[in-house]
């Protein structure tokens, strides 16, 4: 669509560039938060694609973790799993590495590469919805080719 924000038009792009089409829908309220999209999408929470940045705590690296809108991440257990303790950085260093602002944090298509890993409970479903660049933009996609698309590495978050 081409009336779409520049920041989904560009998570489209990404995506394509990926293998994965995607039909980015605009919503008429906030999809800001996981319980919002869910709302808006008429699905589960547990549906939604929750895209969170966090920092390794020695290496400084930008990792993002693709979770159920169900779920809180473990992250010690996270840590065990990557290597290295992780922090929480703030919204401008997400920005900063995303190129979006929280609450339309993508799946994909982000300005810096980041390490990306995904909650195996999104597995489950045949349909997740994920943000798409702006807190009332998201897509719906199948789980395991949005995985295959960002390159995520399917792991246990909680
Ligand atoms: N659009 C929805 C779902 S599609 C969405 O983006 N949800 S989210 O969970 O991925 O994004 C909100 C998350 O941003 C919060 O869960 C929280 O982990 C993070 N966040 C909120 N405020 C801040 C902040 N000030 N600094 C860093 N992270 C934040």
Wanted: glycine share 8%.
């Amino acid at each position: 669509m081409t009336d779409l924000p520049e920041s989904a038009r560009r998570v489209e792009e990404a995506a394509r560039a990926a293998g994965l089409e995607i039909a980015i829908v605009e919503m008429a309220d906030s999809t800001r938060t996981a319980e919002e999209a869910a709302g808006a999408c008429g699905c589960s929470v547990a549906q939604i694609v929750k895209s969170l940045v966090f920092r390794g705590a020695t290496s400084g690296k930008p990792v993002l973790l693709l979770v159920s809108g169900a779920n809180r991440v473990d992250e010690k257990g996270v840590a065990a799993h990557l290597g290295e303790k992780l922090k929480r950085p703030d919204a401008a260093y997400v920005r900063e590495v995303t190129g979006y602002a929280i609450g339309g944090i993508p799946p994909l298509g982000h300005a810096t590469p980041l390490a990306t890993y995904i909650d195996r409970d999104l597995l489950q479903y045949d349909i997740v919805w994920a943000a798409a660049g702006t807190p009332r933009c998201v897509f719906p996609t199948a789980p395991q080719a949005l995985a295959e698309a960002a390159g995520a590495e399917v792991i246990a978050v909680c």
